[in-house]
């Protein structure tokens, strides 16, 4: 899964796994889950919310 990621100079996307959601009852704004998630490139964790994810495309040949 692709997460974008902001920083104080840089604003970037990043492969993260998923590793926790914590499920809450959608609204009229849509998902109010939390997804705990762990990027691949420095093993950082972080809580965020549905609108940060991006799905990776995946090709089937």
Do not use: W
């Not at 970037?12 to 998902?31: F, K, N, T």
């Not at 998630?37 to 609108?51: G, Q």
């Amino acid at each position: 899964m692709l997460l974008h990621q902001e920083k104080d100079d840089q604003a970037r996307h990043y492969d993260a796994h998923v590793l926790e959601i914590q499920r809450r009852m959608h609204d009229i704004r849509g998902c109010r889950c939390i997804f705990l998630v762990r990027y691949n490139h420095d093993e950082s964790e972080e809580r965020v919310r549905l609108k940060r994810l991006c799905g990776r495309p995946t090709y089937n040949n």
